[in-house]
Structure formats: structure tokens, C-alpha cells
């Protein structure tokens, strides 16, 4: 019945029971029995664990940050929710702390942190496939988001609009309210987020799997609410998702969820360093801030535009744009000529091709001339020619703000001190700005816990390095940056009229220390604005124990 996929109806179905380890299943989406049973039996199977002896323990206990790396008594592959279940029930029986890896992308030690015992390595549960059961599209929380791309567009021409990087794991993405290059056109991912499932941790220690719906009726509602925007690693281990479009209809999955451009319009430019003078740098920040702010409410055909601006140390020798429109919309390449115009309005300096690396943007000369290309193709070409990316041996640090307005003469004046400094040179220190408004504005700010829908760009600050005698510098250089430009604001980007505080997806420990950030506002408000104490509520109800933790994951509420 369509009333029972829609999780009109809930049941409560035991997959072992007491005598089993007290695991529950409780859903409002009416999965049926068989396909429990059978999630079970391949609970029989072994599982992989790899412990130190292992010659694969090394590669497993780092991410991609190779800053943070762990020694755990052992990395735990599960490939089903059930063998979630068993990993779940005996580090809790057992008193050790776990963590979850999804794609490794933690920029924090929020994952490999030296006091965790088990990490329990998502990266099997990869598959993409549609489920009848909840009309909807199925992620597991391992997929890359590359690869759910490709499944997704290959066999029913649909998308959901993820992120760029291609590596990245769907389970703390998405839970994260991820952002994308089609957010501006189709909004955040999370805002085709039907349902996920969660596998929980009662007060009594009893484990349980959740399946939580956006049904309003559903009693699992703030749960699901929970992880469009609150971040992995705060209630559970997510074990899967379910993408359906608000509003579609039918059983069709290529009706389920939007369709991406068939052909994209792209475009690389850079202007050179060499003749950036303050007044000509902060015309060119000025002017992308203005578009952004003047473009923030959607609903226009510059929606189908979104735009990074790569604001690269001086030691890099330029300063890059990159532009990606629809093509198939009408007159997709006026919509670029005039951003490109409204981005040189006022700059005396010619732009040249994007001929250097930067930050997380590979060189891309052959774009000076917008190139259509299909969307898929556009797609991997964005994401795999990352050179960061790639490069499995950089540390980093990195930092972010999201901005309503165009950066005030202070913070721009601050912005090229720092980026033209001589004491450091790395020609990866940068700061990327990158497109938010449109269909993200589309969106109630406490629709999801994503609440940043005001915001007009977001800005990454973001360095790397290799040997560690570099460490110390690239800290500094990158705290004295951040924390300079929000000097009158206590250090940070603190929700106002001009900043909308921190993308969580993009954590930073720093914000939680009190010599970073001297304002009256904690860093939960930051990344989470008044959405806070709804997610402690969440946390209260499904991680009473507080199981799931890390620096800043939701705090259980005091009594």
C-alpha cells in the first residue's frame, strides 16, 4: 500500500530480541519482514576485522587528512546493517569508544582520534539501487559520491545535488546538508532527503535500527530531521538512505528525484598576482559578493549559475573563477557573459586562462574558452582533476564562514594582508568562495536543521603541507588569517548581518577553544545557529548515553 511506504503506518519488528543482544528494528516506513530476514542471514556472514598484525591496518586508519591518524584495537568492515548492529553491540558491551568512517573526509579528528578503540569502516556498504519498499532511491552510507552519480544518471538520468570531490562518502555528507554545484538550481541534497537509517544506542544499551521518515505522522520525524544538517557522528551510525523528491509522484524511478543538465557550460579564468593592487583585489571580491547578494532570492535564470573564486596566496601567482551554468536553459551563455562582466566591472586587469592548481581546483587552461560538456563528463572532470584531493600524503587545516552580503573593507583589507604575505609560501593556502542562494533559499531555515539559508556564499580557507616542520607555520598563518578578518566580532563569524556562522560539514576545533574565539557565541550556534537545542533534543532521545561523540558533537541536554 502506498500509505504504508509513505510511513503512514509504524511497526516494530525484533531481528533477535533479548537473547540476541536486544537489537530492535523500529520503523515508520513498513519494511517488511522478509527483507529483515534476510539482512539477518547475512549477518552470519563473517565479518572483516583488521587489527594492528594486519598489513592493511596502516592504510586504515587514517582518512584523507593525514594529520589525524589512529590506533584503535581494530578497524570493523561491515557490509549490512545487521553487521552494523553486531559491531555497534559489542563496542558497547565491551566499553570501547567507536567511530565511524564513511569516505575518510573528516577534516578533523572527529573519525581517527587516539582514543577511539574501533572504527567501524562503512566503505562496503557502497550500493545505489531504487527500493520499491519506499519508493525511493537507496544510498548506503559508504557510496562515494562519484559513484552515486554515476548509478543515479546512468540507470534513470537522476541526481541528487552532492558535492564535487569525488571520494567523499555519502554518510556524513549528507548529514551534514551538503552543498553542491547544482545547490543554486535543485537546493541542498538534504532537501530530496526522504528517509535514513540510523542504528541507535539506547539508555539501557540496547541497540536499535531506526528508519526515519520527513512524514510529518511518522514518530521517528526528528531523527530524520536530525541528519539534514546536524552532522555525522552525533546519533547513531547511518547505515542508509532514501532519496525522494518532495511532491514527486508515480513509481518511476527517473520521476523521483530531478534530472541534472544534459550539458553543462564551463568556464576557467585567472588574474595574475603580479598586477593585483589592493583597491583592483577588493574590486574583484566586491563584485562577486554583490552578485551573490543581489542573486540570493531564487527564482531567476541565475539559478542555473553557480561560480567558485579561488583566492589564492600571492606564492601561487594567481587568482582563479570557476563557472558552471546549465546549458540546456535559454540563453545559457548570456547568463555567463554577463556574470563574467558583472565580475570585472570596474577591473583594469585582463583575465588570462587558469593555467596553476588551486587549492582544490586543478589547472584548467583548455576553459579560458567555455566549453559545453555533458553533464556527467562535467562531473568527473570537476572532481577527479582535484589535485589535493589525489595526493594521499598532505596534512591540512581549514576554516569557513558563510557570508549575506559582500566582505566589508575591513575583512577585504584583512584577506589581502594575508594572502600576499612574504613569511609564508605555499601556493595551496587559499581561500575558495563558492556559490549559496537560489533554490537554497528556497527553503524555511528550520525546515531542515541545514539553517544557513540566507547566507549568499560560503567561504573555505584551506592550506596543506607534507613535511612536518611545516606544521607550525601553516597554522599560524591560517588562525591569524581567520581569526583576524572577524576581529571585531570576537573571531568569528559570528550570525549578523553581514556573516551566518560555520559550515559543519567544514569542522574546525578551533571555534570550541576560547583563545580562537573570544565572542559570546559558542560554536554549536555557529554551525548550527537556533537549530541547536532541537538537536539535543534529538541526541537526548536516541544517544542518552552519548555513544556517538567526538570534540564537537550535540551535547546530551543537562537535566
Known sequence: MAQDRDGIRRRNLLTGGAAAGGAALLTGAGLPTPALAADGAAAAEPITVVTPADKRYQDLVRGWNQRWVASPDSVVLAENTAQVVQVVRKAVAGGKRLTVRGGGHCWEDWVFNPDVRVILDMTKMNKVYYDARMNAVAVEAGAQLLNVYERMYRTWGVVIPAGMCFQVGAGG?????GWGLLCRKLGLVVDHLYAVEVVTVAADGTVRTVVATREASD???????AHTGGGGGNFGVITRFWFRSPGATGTDPSALLPQPPAEVLVSAVSWPWAEMTEERFARLVK??????????????????????LALNHKSNGYIGLITQVDATVPNADRILDDFLTAMTAGLDVAHEPLTTHMGELSAMPELAEPRRMPWLQAARYLGTTNPTLNDPSLKGDFKSAYYRTALPDAHIHEFYRHLTRTDLVNPTASVLFSSFGGQVNAVAPDATAAPHRAAAYKAAWMIWWTDPADEVTSLAWIREFFHGVYAETGGVPVPNAVTD????????????????????????TLYYKNAYPRLQRVKAAYDPGNVFHHSQSVRVPKP
Open 173 to 177: 555528507h549528507v548529514s551534514g546538508g
Open 501 to 524: 556562522g560555520c559550515y559543519v560539514n567544514y569542522p574546525d576545533i578551533d571555534l570550541h577553544d576560547p583563545a580562537y574565539n573570544r565572542s559570546a557565541v559558542p560554536w554549536y
Open 219 to 225: 514518530p521517528d520525524h526528528d531523527l530524520w530531521w
Open 287 to 308: 563584485n562577486y559578493g554583490d552578485w551573490h547578494a543581489e542573486n540570493l532570492a531564487p527564482g531567476t535564470p541565475n539559478d542555473n549559475l553557480v561560480s567558485m
